[in-house]
């Protein structure tokens, strides 16, 4: 492992945004921040403040384009590293990774039976859906 990939340990609890963050889940730590304020990232199921402190072993669940996650925080850090330190951070229940991959697949297929459009629709395309939708 190179010395980039490490995660430092800096103590026991960390701010909420700043785990979001050092995990990756959201790309700065004002979009953390504002995720948490929202209500799309909770701690053991109750909505907090950005600056509420995370500990080890707490259930960290956040719903993002859709899915939800739920994992449970393995580590602590406030720096942000690469994703495979990040991934150290936490790990995901079987059940979120299962009805995450399930929601991608039926999401994959209803986009696959979804009409194609390219462009706008030419007369003889419009007079075809007046006739579908009168």
Same mark, same amino acid.
């Given at each position: 492992?190179?010395?980039? +990939?490490?995660? *430092?340990?800096?103590?026991?609890?960390?701010?909420? +945004?700043?785990?979001?963050?050092?995990?990756?889940?959201?790309?700065?730590?004002?979009?953390?921040?504002?995720?948490?304020?929202?209500g799309?990232? &909770?701690? $053991?199921?109750? !909505?907090?403040?950005?600056?509420?402190? *995370? !500990?080890?072993?707490? #259930?960290?669940?956040? #719903? &993002? $384009?859709?899915?939800?996650?739920?994992? *449970?925080?393995?580590?602590?850090? $406030?720096?942000?590293?690469?994703?495979?330190?990040?991934?150290?951070?936490?790990?995901?229940?079987?059940?979120?990774?299962?009805?995450?991959? %399930? %929601? *991608?697949?039926r999401?994959?297929?209803?986009?696959?039976v979804?009409? #194609?459009?390219?462009? !706008?629709?030419?007369?003889? +395309? &419009? !007079?075809?859906?007046?006739?579908?939708?009168?």
């Amino acid at each position: 492992m190179r010395k980039t +990939d490490e995660v *430092v340990l800096s103590s026991e609890r960390t701010r909420f +945004d700043k785990w979001l963050w050092a995990a990756r889940f959201c790309k700065t730590r004002s979009l953390a921040a504002q995720a948490i304020s929202t209500g799309q990232a &909770r701690i $053991d199921g109750e !909505r907090v403040k950005p600056a509420h402190e *995370v !500990r080890l072993g707490q #259930r960290v669940t956040m #719903r &993002r $384009d859709g899915l939800i996650w739920d994992v *449970v925080v393995t580590g602590i850090s $406030d720096r942000r590293g690469s994703a495979t330190a990040a991934a150290l951070l936490y790990s995901e229940a079987a059940g979120s990774i299962a009805a995450r991959e %399930e %929601e *991608v697949l039926r999401r994959r297929a209803a986009a696959a039976v979804a009409p #194609r459009w390219s462009g !706008r629709p030419t007369k003889r +395309d &419009r !007079r075809k859906l007046r006739q579908l939708f009168p």
